[in-house]
DNA sequence: ACCTGAACACCGTTCAAGT
DNA sequence: ACCTGAACACCGTTCAAGT
């Protein structure tokens, strides 16, 4: 008997690739293995394409993984922030919906602080922030900077906290944060490092979502 | 006329090839590409010995890039902020340091956020930071929780700001500051984004440093 | 317009061998 | 102990060609 067409490996267009498609595969292999296992050829090979077919929506890697980023802040909730009545707690609803949102996809975490937060996205998002903190009557360069400092912490708390969570794995627990802040210690000696040994403890015993709120907290005061 | 010894291709040991030669050759790299010009090969290449040579020297890619980044925080001037009689003071000299020190490299940051900040001269700066904070007399938990928020505050603060430095180039004044972050808000309507547009004239016409220091200040008083 | 096959110049790492 | 040469299984990207 004549062959058929053969399954689907020839040239030509196909249905079912498209730039939504392959941001959720590259998302999916970024929470399986992490930030390196993302590259062009694995992304293809997930969707069972040539690895060069990604070409025709991403002109390099370097937009594949902005995209994706950007892609998740699309999914903060900017209306429930607006919605807040109280422009204190709206912003701390933001803040917290970005580090629950970002800390989701840890692996996702290195390659946006790399490619910074110039999507559009992104833009929106801090137009959102903008708008809130200007309802608490700030004078308006305060207004400008505050918005500054709030990303940068934000930031650089889901950085450590991202650094921490190995790829693949269920968000440890407060036992299981403990073990690894004192693994974290190593073979340093704790007699010469007597109050990181100690801060290790504290640090270690709230959860990472509280003590995300306590510095939240003393950051709002301090405005 | 019969040939001398070959200038210098033959395996054995070689003086010049060091720990210490290495991670200043990778610093070299990182500073003149950025943190892709990083790579196993081109640090050989720079010490003009075989790829495989510098696994005599750290096991792993990985190792060398922690090992690079904890060199940096090495070269914090931690006496200089316990000598300072004033504890708020001698924290801010210290963050001011360290925000300094990593930015002087900024190839450098992208990799130390994503290896995180776990070796020997990162947990004695961290300890130096508790001690700073103790002097501060704040409740004994508070004083942990407040190291905390420093650090991410501090790396939070740099990763965006190296996200904008292009590598290999000289820091950019204030006007090139400001056409930067006009270019970044690239093609999206100003209408759209109002505040937004209106931020970053604010923010960009401070200088970074200026802009650190005041969240810095807003930080502290929280505390 | 959208995809494949083949190729280019790279990677990190390992292994056997030389000094 | 320290280095080289050669090889392995990868990369991102480009180019010509097929539908």
């Not at 969707?47 to 995209?67: E, I, Q, S, W």
């Not at 700030?138 to 650089?156: E, F, H, I, K, N």
């Not at 640090?203 to 301090?222: E, I, M």
């Amino acid at each position: 008997m004549t062959e058929s067409v053969p399954p689907r490996s020839r040239p030509g267009p196909r249905r079912g690739l498209t730039e939504r498609a392959i941001l959720d595969a590259a998302l999916r292999l970024v929470d399986a293995g992490g930030a390196e296992a993302l590259s062009v050829r694995s992304v293809a090979a997930e969707m069972g394409v040539a690895p060069n077919a990604l070409y025709t929506y991403f002109r390099t890697k370097a937009d594949l993984v902005a995209a994706l980023g950007d892609d998740l802040l699309g999914r903060l909730d900017l209306d429930a922030a607006l919605g807040d009545a109280d422009w204190r707690s709206a912003v701390v609803r933001l803040a917290a919906d970005l580090r629950a949102t970002l800390l989701a996809h840890p692996g996702v975490v290195p390659l946006l602080l790399h490619a910074g937060f110039a999507g559009p996205r992104a833009l929106v998002a801090g137009e959102v922030l903008l708008e809130l903190l200007s309802r608490g009557g700030l004078p308006a360069d305060d207004t400008a900077r505050a918005s500054y400092l709030l990303q940068t912490y934000v930031l650089g708390t889901v950085a450590l906290d991202a650094a921490e969570l190995p790829p693949g794995a269920a968000r440890p627990d407060d036992a299981a944060r403990t073990a690894e802040r004192r693994r974290a210690l190593g073979g340093a000696d704790p007699a010469l490092l007597p109050r990181t040994a100690a801060a290790a403890d504290v640090v270690a015993a709230y959860n990472g979502d509280a003590q995300f709120r306590w510095g939240l907290d003393r950051l709002l005061d301090g405005l």
